[in-house]
């Protein structure tokens, strides 16, 4: 590497990361991690411990719905009501 590339290198804006965490937040990307997907549609399904999952009724059971079911729960114990009802 030569001298010119690594100066060159120092005028360019450095990103934050654990080593540098005074970089500019702008520079800051969120990205999901993992399998989760975005809902397919609005939630049917809730569950009582935690109410961040939920299930549109599409696709494949959550795993925390098949562990309740395989417990003996209904799957109308997890429908969401109406807050009307």
């Not at 989760?36 to 109410?51: I, L, S, V």
């Not at 009724?57 to 795993?63: D, E, L, T, V, Y």
């Not at 309740?68 to 009501?81: C, H, I, M, S």
């Amino acid at each position: 590497m030569s001298n010119e590339a690594v100066s060159s290198d120092k005028s360019k804006p450095k990103k934050r990361t654990a080593n540098n965490p005074t970089a500019p937040a702008e520079q800051i990307q969120f990205v999901m991690v993992g399998g989760e997907k975005a809902p397919k549609g609005p939630a049917r399904y809730r569950d009582p411990a935690n109410p961040f999952n939920t299930w549109s009724g599409r696709g494949k059971r959550p795993h925390w719905l098949r562990d309740y079911l395989d417990q003996g729960r209904l799957l109308t114990d997890f429908e969401v009501r109406d807050p009307e009802d």
